[in-house]
Structure formats: structure tokens, C-alpha cells
């Protein structure tokens, strides 16, 4: 339960009138979805088709579309609570101050004299455009003779 407590906090350790409603509101809107999808599987589950002289008043088709805007309207209001939750908090509360940037440390770079490349007509091109010579084997030592 301590994460609960640190969640209903401020930076000092007390109860926080805007968390603590923020956690109600949340509470009530979670409550009642669940009544209103109880309720609506109850009262399908119950339910007896009422014809009244060839006119069907009543059918016991489920059509999920009520309890789908009864849900967003039930959400739309908890996003209106927590906007206006975030509102008070940003009017209430001093500014954090900003963590200090630690600057990096200066690096002395040297620079090394970079050598041209080497230019790309004469021998030297001509010698990087040739594959290299196979080397010779090297030689071998004479084979003695078992007797």
C-alpha cells in the first residue's frame, strides 16, 4: 500500500486534495462502468418480448451502441475532471526548478597534416590498377635418401 500513499503525495509526503480527487473521480467513473455493463447484461439476460396485437413492443435484441456512449460519456467526463485537476495543479503550484545542465568538458583536439593522395595517371596509378604478382613458392630443401 506505500505506492498508493506515494501516489496521493506531494514532493513533501502530504495528502494532496487534487491527487486524492483525481483518485475519486477515477474511482466513480471506473464504479460506473461496471454498474452499467452489469446492468445491461442483467436486464438482457431478463428480458421478455412484449407483443401487443401483432406489434412486437419489445424485442430482447442487444444493441451495444447505449452502452457504448454511455462509456464515452463516462470517460468525456473524467478526461473534463483531470483537465480541470491539471489546471488547478499548474495554477497552485510553484515552478520546479530546472535541473542544472551540467556543460560538457572542453576537449583539445589536434589536428594531423593529412598526405594527398597519390595522383591518379602515372606509374603509381597504373601499379594500384594491376593485381598483385603471385608470389613464388619458396624453395624447397633437397630430399635425403633412405637406404
Known amino acids: 500500500m506505500n505506492w498508493i500513499r506515494s501516489t496521493l503525495t506531494d514532493d513533501n509526503g502530504r495528502f494532496d486534495v487534487a491527487y486524492v480527487s483525481l483518485f475519486g473521480v477515477m474511482g466513480a467513473v471506473i464504479g460506473a462502468i461496471g454498474v452499467m455493463c452489469v446492468l445491461s447484461a442483467f436486464a438482457f439476460y431478463r428480458c421478455v418480448p412484449v407483443v401487443r396485437e ?11 451502441q447505449p452502452l457504448g456512449i454511455a462509456i464515452g460519456a463516462a470517460c468525456g ?13 499548474l495554477a497552485t503550484r510553484p515552478p520546479r526548478p530546472a535541473a542544472p545542465v551540467q556543460q560538457p568538458s572542453p576537449v583539445n583536439i589536434q589536428m594531423q597534416p593529412q598526405t594527398p593522395p597519390p595522383p591518379a595517371d602515372g606509374p603509381e596509378a597504373i601499379a594500384i590498377l594491376q ?6 613458392d619458396p624453395p624447397k630443401a633437397p630430399r635425403k635418401r633412405r637406404r
Open 131 to 136: 593485381p598483385p604478382a603471385k608470389l613464388a
Open 77 to 89: 467526463g473524467f478526461a473534463t475532471a483531470l483537465g480541470a485537476l491539471a489546471g488547478y495543479m
Open 54 to 64: 401483432t406489434v412486437a413492443l419489445v424485442t430482447c435484441s442487444y444493441d451495444p
